[in-house]
């Protein structure tokens, strides 16, 4: 119903011809089944201005009545024939079974020969065919008159296939009734419309437009018709006066109506796909489907039929099979019209060239081959067997397809010349992109090698980022801001695996900002790249640079480039999220490790075997072996044992373990980690502070334990020296509130023994007590004066000394004491030292202190070693001057080192010392910021340090 609505006047008058014409058609078909024109089996042609037999069909009536190859035709029935037309026409009158009598020459000898005639053969699959191919034309101008009635073109070729379904389906049988007449002259009419028609169409095509020139030529074609149509119509009325019979005029106005066909129908073809091409792709890729589909289907029709018609030959069955080519003018139409694999117009003619080449050159080979083997063995080819026939097929079949595909890729290489490499190689390229995994590089990589793949003229890579999708790559333009992107969907997908837009200025997407985006893009195709269910990027492609679409073969390259692109895409981004989960990680593992190595504690990691796993600068610093040697190792090939041991208890614990004030000596670490006698480890003793925490992951699994070390060395000699300071500090103010209430009593009774010991002189024993008293009330008096002297916190006035200068003399002072206990003094000092600000007397008593003392540590005698030397302070701001003072005496006990400058305090047994002197000594020291220390094993002597600050020099400006 929809259909004739859409039918308006002259669209009814064709459809209603149409029905008519079909209907004629048939019952013509049936006709010429049941019609049967009588046969001679002699091809009569004009040779030389006579008719003579060009081919004698064998066994045929001809044959029979003894007519050979070469007679010549004079007359038949005692009718005069001078063109081999005439005789065709005096065939037709009679009928099948009549005798005729043929007048013929052989040799200049005149013959008479009867001939039966007999009926003609049928040529059923010729005629079938060319119904079909014109049953093709009529459906598909009724598929376009349907589909697009509006279209200026639409009636023009509704018009052409109707002709051409004339054409081809009509065939007069000779019965020459007034249906037979219908027929013949519905004939000539097509003949000479068909060609004009088919220029029309073709140069008009697309756009229904005849602009100047072509518009004569299209007026020339159809006058030409008409004229022929006119023509033909006076010769059968007999109003056209020439000297030649009716038959033969007839026969050759036929033959000039089919050289004009296929004349005109080359032109069209040629214009099709050699004229003037239209702006728009899409209809530029039409002209050529028709073009090529019209070449052809024309070609070897004009070539093979219309060329030997025209020339005088009747068309015989090797001729007539030139009609089947005519079926490719309505399946290149329908493909036209219908847009189907618009873009693969030259694809499909390289293909059929590819196949029909290769098809050419079998059949070649083997009719020589067969030819060479009949020359030798003498054997015709009928005489092969089916085995022989059966080998030559297969043979056929197995060498088709690899010559095929050196054909096909000769034409290819021809056909796209340098591009062809490029396209070869594209699915290596494909798998190189794996290895990228820069994006710039890859994206560019990518841009590059579709330039030069296909020749496009714009060009765009869309990738999918956090944000969505982004335009990264383009050629051929500048991308504009602001892109809405959001028509770029999987949905968007046809079948095939890409999104196409025709005519991008004018894009059928609904959003407003989608339309404006495809218009300011300007491609029309959009490829996704898809990898494990998601789309990682779109290719965005133009036109080429010839301004045609791109084919299937070429979007069936990027299809399959997209796949990797997506993946290594993929690869890419994966790469990248891990490389910056690395990056993260090393950086919290740096932060982690700077707040380790931050900590001026040491601190290591011991996994579930006891071994080391981390290990800060800090151990290296206290312990001296490094994170190299460390890390793996058990912690008892490292740590002493005293460590180890309290890392055991601590070992089976849940909880944190503390250890405190553990010693650590040099000789205590195992012997491939034992410092050596030169490095500050080996110094002295270390007090280690340490704890043990577990170690556990984030599900709370123990995989280790945490072992912090704290050297409290100087925290605990710092400590000590508080203390004593306080110890002093209140002891001095002890003294200084005692003093001088002491002093008192003891003056008086110091001054009543006196006066005692006068009175009572005569008395020796109670003059002895007396003295007694006084002795102690001066040895009480000294005390308190030192006690007086010890708490004495006046300032004094401080200057440069020279501290080699004050040993030397205090030295000097204790000489004849020290020769007298036989002790050696050995002295070691630096002569450039630079001088101290203190006070000259009291770092003499200082010095005359610890001199005696060593004297005293030494009562069979020994060595006093008296050093100085300049070192730089801990945190190298400044300089100190050191001094050692080491006897070789019987040492102290470790458990009263640690006791020596606590007031009242001695080594040296009982009526041997007051304890003060040490005492007095660092508190000396500590006045002149300086530090006073002692090392002592019993039995190995002792060695007192002081270390003071130099002067700093003043600086001019």
């Given amino acids: 119903m929809r259909f004739w609505q859409r039918l308006r006047g002259a669209d009814a008058w064709l459809t209603a011809l149409t029905v008519v014409l079909v209907f004629c058609a048939l019952w013509n078909l049936d006709r010429r089944a049941e019609y049967k024109p009588p046969y001679d089996g002699v091809a009569w042609t004009d040779a030389d201005g006579v008719v003579r037999a060009s081919k004698v069909e064998a066994e045929g009536p001809g044959e029979r009545a003894g007519v050979k190859i070469g007679d010549q035709l004079l007359r038949i029935n005692d009718r005069k024939i001078d063109r081999a037309a005439e005789a065709y026409a005096l065939l037709d009158r009679l009928g099948a079974w009549d005798r005729a009598l043929y007048q013929v020459q052989r040799d200049r000898t005149p013959l008479a020969i009867e001939i039966i005639l007999t009926e003609a053969p049928r040529r059923t699959t010729i005629s079938v065919f060319q119904w079909v191919v014109g049953a093709a034309y009529l459906g ?59 220029v029309h169409f073709c140069m008009a095509f697309p756009r229904g437009q005849l602009p100047g020139v072509r518009r004569w030529a299209v007026a020339g074609v159809y006058a030409l018709a008409f004229g022929l ?53 899409a209809e530029r890729q039409q002209r050529r489907w028709l073009g090529y589909g019209a070449l052809w289907g024309v070609a070897p029709f004009v070539a093979f039929y219309v060329g030997p018609y025209v020339a005088g030959q009747i068309p015989g069955p090797n001729h007539t099979i030139s009609v089947f080519g005519l079926a490719f003018i309505p399946l290149a139409f329908v493909a036209s019209m219908a847009r189907h694999r618009l873009m693969d117009v030259e694809v499909a003619v390289r293909r059929g060239a590819a196949y029909s080449l290769a098809t050419a050159v079998i059949l070649a080979a083997f009719y020589a081959k067969a030819a060479s083997l009949s020359s030798i063995v003498r054997v015709d080819l009928g005489g092969l067997g089916p085995a022989a026939w059966v080998a030559s097929v297969v043979l056929a079949a197995l060498v088709f397809q690899p010559l095929k595909n050196k ?51 714009r060009l765009a890579l869309f990738v999918n980022g956090d944000r969505g999708l982004r335009t990264a790559r383009t050629v051929g333009f500048d991308c504009p801001p602001h892109l809405d992107l959001s028509f770029l969907r999987s949905e968007s997908l046809d079948a095939r695996g890409w999104l196409f837009i025709e005519d991008a200025s004018n894009p059928i997407q609904e959003e407003p900002s989608q339309r404006a985006s495809i218009a300011s893009l300007d491609l029309n195709y959009y490829v996704a790249c898809r990898a494990q269910g998601r789309t990682a990027a779109w290719i965005g492609l133009g036109p080429t640079l010839d301004g045609n679409y791109l084919t299937s073969e070429d979007l069936a390259l990027v299809r399959a480039m997209s796949g990797s692109f997506a993946i290594a895409l993929e690869n890419g981004r994966l790469y990248r999220s891990l490389a910056t989960k690395a990056s993260e990680y090393q950086r919290l593992k740096d932060y982690n490790e700077n707040i380790v190595e931050s900590l001026h504690v040491g601190i290591l990691a011991i996994d579930l075997d006891d071994r080391v796993e981390s290990w800060n600068t800090q151990l290296e610093l206290v312990f001296g072996i490094s994170r190299r040697d460390a890390v793996g190792r058990p912690l008892d090939e490292l740590l002493p044992s005293v460590v180890v041991d309290e890392y055991a208890k601590a070992r089976h614990e849940s909880g944190i373990h503390n250890a405190y004030k553990l010693n650590v000596r040099a000789q205590d670490f195992p012997a491939e980690f034992r410092p050596a006698p030169e490095s500050p480890q080996a110094v002295g003793e270390r007090i280690i502070d340490m704890a043990v925490a577990p170690l556990v992951a984030k599900n709370f699994e123990p995989i280790g334990r945490l072992l912090i070390l704290d050297d409290v060395t100087d925290r605990v000699a710092l400590e000590d020296r508080i203390v004593q300071t306080d110890k002093l500090s209140s002891i001095g103010l002890l003294a200084a509130g005692v003093a001088h209430e002491v002093n008192t009593p003891l003056a008086v009774i110091s001054s009543y023994a006196q006066m005692l010991a006068k009175r009572v002189g005569e008395d020796p024993a109670q003059v002895k007590a007396l003295e007694k008293i006084t002795q102690q009330t001066f040895r009480a008096s000294e005390i308190v004066n030192s006690l007086l002297n010890f708490s004495r916190t006046a300032s004094h006035d401080f200057a440069p000394v020279d501290l080699n200068e004050a040993l030397v003399e205090t030295l000097s002072l204790v000489e004849p004491q020290l020769r007298k206990a036989r002790v050696e003094v050995v002295t070691d000092l630096d002569g450039g030292l630079p001088e101290v600000r203190g006070v000259a007397g009291r770092l003499q008593q200082v010095c005359l202190n610890l001199f005696l003392n ?96 130099v002067v700093r020099q003043p600086v001019h400006a």
């Fill in 140 to 198: 598909v101008g009724l598929f376009i008159l349907y589909r697009k009635p509006r279209h200026r073109l639409a009636r023009t070729f509704f018009a052409f296939c109707l002709s051409s379904f004339v054409l081809y389906a009509f065939r007069y049988t000779g019965e020459l009734n007034g249906f037979d007449r219908f027929i013949y002259w519905a004939d000539v009419w097509a003949t000479a419309l068909t060609p004009a028609l088919f």
């Fill in 229 to 281: 149509i006119g023509l033909a119509h006076l010769a059968a009325g007999g109003w056209l006066h020439t000297d030649m019979a009716l038959a033969v005029l007839r026969e050759d106005l036929d033959r000039t109506s089919y050289g004009v066909l296929g004349v005109e129908m080359l032109v069209g073809a040629l214009w099709l796909r050699w004229g003037v091409a239209p702006a728009d792709p």
């Fill in 407 to 457: 054909i096909q890729s000769f034409i290819d290489r021809r056909y796209y010349r340098e591009r062809y490499d490029y396209r070869q190689t594209l699915a290596d390229f494909a798998a190189e992109l794996a290895a990228e995994t820069d994006p710039d590089r890859m994206l560019d990589a990518v841009r590059d090698r579709l330039q030069q793949t296909l020749a496009v003229e």
């Fill in 854 to 949: 060593a004297r005293d540590a030494m009562p069979d005698g020994g060595v006093l070693r008296v050093t100085t030397r300049l070192e730089r302070d801990g945190d190298g701001d400044g300089e100190r001057i050191r001094v050692e003072v080491a006897d070789t005496g019987v040492g102290i006990p470790r458990e009263q080192l640690s006791r020596i400058f606590d007031p009242f305090y001695t080594t040296k047994g009982p009526k041997r010392g007051t304890g003060l002197g040490l005492s007095i000594s660092y508190g000396i020291i500590e006045e002149h910021n300086g530090q006073l220390s002692a090392h002592s094993a019993q039995g190995e002597g002792t060695t007192f340090v002081i270390e003071l600050p």
